[in-house]
């Protein structure tokens, strides 16, 4: 039996609560935190990489079609355009997803 460092009130291994007093006697575990924001950082950027090759495919699909636009007339003009606007849209994810790794990075750090 040890002994609740807070009040002195004998306790066993396993108690979590100190039954007296009703401190926390289990402390965090920092490397599992450590690991999960780490998970998150790569999530992160794993997502931020995912919108900008799709943002590069969008915009080159996107300008191809658009000029079709400037040779004729037709649908696929605008629906190239459509894609440009589509891709720029992406490259605005890719970096809110880059700012959450950043932000979960320093939240690392510290």
């Not at 609740?4 to 006697?25: A, H, M, N």
């Not at 490397?31 to 999960?36: A, G, V």
Request: proline content about 2%.
């Amino acid at each position: 039996m040890s002994c609740c460092q807070y009040c002195g009130e004998k306790i066993t291994e396993d108690t979590v609560f100190c039954p007296k007093c009703g401190e926390v006697l289990v402390g965090e575990d920092t490397e599992w935190q450590e690991f999960q924001l780490q998970g998150g950082v790569d999530e992160a950027k794993d997502r931020a990489n995912m919108y900008i090759i799709l943002a590069i495919i969008l915009v080159t699909v996107g300008m191809v079609g658009g000029s079709v636009l400037l040779i004729s007339p037709s649908m696929l003009g605008l629906f190239g355009i459509v894609l440009v606007c589509l891709g720029i849209g992406c490259t605005a994810a890719a970096d809110r997803y880059e700012h959450k790794a950043r932000n979960l990075k320093k939240q690392l750090s510290q």
